[in-house]
């Protein structure tokens, strides 16, 4: 039924939400590296 549906589109949505922080924990690490390399080629 209706409940059925909405607990595994909860489970997805919790999934991709998971899945979504840890791709912008990756990204600010990755731009923490090439804004330090950056800083360091100028400097």
Do not use: H
């Amino acid at each position: 039924g209706d409940l059925g549906e909405s607990l595994l589109i909860g489970e997805i949505l919790l999934e991709v939400d998971m899945v979504v922080a840890e791709i912008n924990e990756d990204l600010k690490r990755t731009d923490r590296v090439a804004v330090t390399g950056w800083f360091e080629e100028i400097l």
